[in-house]
């Protein structure tokens, strides 16, 4: 895909990795969690692991695409789950309508407030990608 920042300004952040959880010292007293692969600090770890996978492979690089939508004048190869989340997606792929059947989809954008850097934050949103920004504009205090 064209046009988006580089990867890794986008790709949801590893968590950082304490050293109470790479210990490999059986019986940690300091922590009783870390030989356990359910601990919070784990399943953490490897929900970021494949946020960042998923984000990469899947948005930034199209691996496994199985929908191609056409806006602004660019492509994106894209995956119906993912895209499914959003009402507008999820109604165009799996309603009544001729994009159902469709491998690649003309989408026109009439709205003078949809932009496209605001489409492909909406995108990347979908896939797990965030930016400082963004979270900023949704913190209210």
Known sequence: MTGLLPPTSLLPPLLPTSSATTSSTSGNASNPHHDDPTA??????????LAR??????????????????????????????????????????GPWKERAQTQIELTLDDPNITLEGFEIALGRMYGIWTVEADDDHLAY
């Open 40 to 49: 919070p600090n784990l399943i953490l770890q490897q929900m970021a692991s």
């Open 53 to 94: 996978h998923i984000a990469f492979q899947g948005f930034i690089q199209g691996t496994g695409a199985d929908i191609v939508l056409c806006a602004f004048g660019k492509t994106y190869r894209l995956h119906r789950l993912i895209l499914a989340q959003s009402p507008f997606f999820d109604s165009m792929m799996h």
